[in-house]
């Protein structure tokens, strides 16, 4: 498989965009995690990638969407992108993640591309709005790659994006990425409704014909106003993804992507390992884009390295969190955000101003840490990768008690939330051992 795959990275890409990729996104990329594994033994943090909401406004009306899409469009300028990005590169950081809303709907996302040549973005997107006349622009540009998503068939995709018409705006994206040979990714928040279409050979198999370089299989999160429980995955289906992933990568010439899990399949959460944070459309710094939670805003100027490393909400969300649980607290936990929030005066960073009444009615379920349930990766090329650039850090180690729940329902509940673990207590154990 790998012959496979290294002969389409050299017969169907363009040969600069491969180079700004191997370079910029992963060698700089990886001298960044090894300056952020560094830091953390110094007792500092930065984390080395960062996400950036640049814009709230959206063309479609997802299910499960967390962002204000149809509010007053709010954006991070241009100004306050290039300080950001600036500041993050002084910590040696050479990817950035780009979001949402639909981040195609900023006026200046391509200009602010452009002023950074030395780092790689990312950009997640609908697609809609990528003419062949921007994807000659991206390819020009060279250092940026978009990630479309795709939610399902034709019916399917206008059902969970709430417009009509989807699929094929977003295919018509992707083919114009794919004609001007821009390195082009497709994802999709895998639930109850796509599972069956998407997570399978012969959709993998599709996107090989196509051209599609990268994929990822993103796990449906019910946050948001609208959050749709019932799209959500049961634990045996979340199995079935964690195997399908570790599968495609020894049987397909395509790269897949996951945050959630180490070489060894255990769990993790890529906010509480402290390996990205996010910030919002208002420049709020949240620890991803589904917590919108902050203390802290970019617009305030604050260096940020001094606003990473200080004690408050972000460093005791990563070690609370990590003393509760490998998985999603989201999804979990809710209660925890919700406790941190109230102790650091943590302000509901959306313009509809429900994201507290949001988090209480969370009834917690299983997210990617199901104790007994780890697939450990099958690619060695993947396993390598992971030990050096991406696991938890030693954030569970240091952290992390495992209680060895099987199921959910075996966890202790008090008043239908668990019991806390807080970081003292966890502290105070692990040294007692
Ligand atoms: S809190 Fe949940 S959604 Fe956010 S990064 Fe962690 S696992 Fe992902």
Redesign the pocket.
């Known amino acids: 498989m790998y012959f496979r795959l290294a002969k389409r990275l050299l017969l169907e890409t363009d040969k600069r965009l491969l180079w700004k990729l191997a370079y910029q996104a992963g060698w700089k990329g990886f001298w960044s995690v090894q300056r952020h594994k560094k830091r953390l033994r110094k007792g500092q943090f930065f984390p080395p990638f960062l996400y950036l909401s640049i814009i709230n406004s959206c063309n479609l009306r997802c299910q499960g969407c967390w962002v204000d899409v149809a509010g007053k469009q709010t954006k991070i300028d241009l100004q306050a992108l290039n300080r950001t990005v600036n500041e993050a590169k002084t910590m040696g950081n050479a990817f950035f993640g780009i979001l949402g809303g639909e981040p195609f709907l900023h006026k200046e996302l391509l200009e602010f591309l452009g002023q950074h040549p030395d780092v790689y973005f990312q950009i997640f997107t609908n697609g809609h709005f990528i003419t062949d006349d921007v994807a000659k622009r991206l390819r020009a540009l060279g250092n940026v790659t978009p990630l479309i998503s795709v939610e399902g068939s034709e019916i399917i995709s206008n059902q969970r994006r709430g417009r009509d018409n989807v699929l094929s705006q977003t295919m018509q994206g992707i083919k114009n990425c794919l004609q001007n040979k821009v390195l082009t990714g497709v994802c999709t928040s895998v639930c109850k409704t796509n599972i069956n279409d998407l997570l399978t050979n012969t959709w993998v198999d599709r996107l090989i014909e196509m051209g599609v370089m990268y994929c990822w299989y993103h796990v449906y ?1 019910p946050v948001g106003p609208e959050s749709l429980p019932e799209l959500s995955l049961s634990t045996e289906e979340l199995r079935r993804v964690r195997q399908f992933v570790v599968d495609t990568r020894v049987n397909k010439p395509i790269i897949v992507i996951d945050a ?1 899990h180490d070489g060894e399949g255990r769990a993790l ?4 390992t402290g390996f990205t944070h996010h910030i919002g459309p208002g420049g709020d710094i949240e ?5 919108q939670l902050a203390t802290e805003n970019i617009n305030e100027k604050k260096p940020l390295q001094e606003v990473f490393n200080k004690p408050g909400f972000l460093r005791e969300f990563r070690e609370l969190t990590a003393s509760n649980t490998r ?5 979990e936990r809710p209660d925890i955000l919700l406790q941190l929030a109230e102790k650091y005066g943590a302000r509901d960073t959306s313009q509809r101003q429900t994201v507290f009444n949001e988090l209480q009615a969370i009834q917690p379920r299983h ?2 840490y199901v104790p007994g349930n780890e697939i450990p990766e099958r690619s060695w090329a993947v396993r390598l990768a992971k030990r050096f650039v991406f696991n938890d850090f030693g954030t569970y180690a240091k952290h992390f008690r495992s209680q060895n729940w099987q199921n959910p329902e075996d966890k202790p509940a008090v008043n239908g939330l668990l019991p806390v673990v807080s970081v003292e207590t966890s502290n105070q154990k692990n040294f007692n051992g």
């Open positions: 999160r959630y959460c890529p906010a509480v620890p991803c884009p589904v917590i998985g999603c607290v989201i999804m997210s990617q």
